[in-house]
């Protein structure tokens, strides 16, 4: 018999909850200080986001520019923070995918993006 009527176990569990959430803190954190780029038109157009998908930086060859046709570098911008996005999607899935599967991810827990 446990003294305590199972306590320990509790208690372990906590211990192990706090443990993943303080793993998931610091992979966020990671997250948002690493950056992921993108590009559109061959590289015309490049798109650098952190991790966490805040747009950092945005790089257009004045080869893109045309004053004429300003639609198409338009939809070269949308679609070079798009792959940026895309990337620092995967790279979430990355860090943070086992981290949830660790908390029961997709289960609906609170406060969890996934």
């Known amino acids: 018999m446990i003294p305590g009527g199972g306590q320990p176990n509790m208690q372990q569990l906590l211990q192990q909850a706090q443990k993943m959430q303080q793993d998931l803190q610091q992979a966020q954190e990671e997250l948002a200080n690493t950056e992921v780029d993108g590009q559109a038109g061959g590289g015309l157009v490049k798109a650098t986001v952190t991790g966490s998908g805040e747009l950092r930086a945005l790089k257009i060859d004045p080869k893109a520019v045309d004053p004429e046709d300003t ?10 923070v798009q792959a940026a996005n895309e990337n620092a999607q995967t790279l979430q899935q990355q860090k943070l995918g086992p981290l949830a599967q660790g908390l029961g991810g997709g ?3 609170p406060g969890l993006p996934f």
């Open 107 to 109: 289960s609906g827990i």
């Open 71 to 80: 639609e198409t570098l338009a939809d070269l911008i949308v679609a070079a």
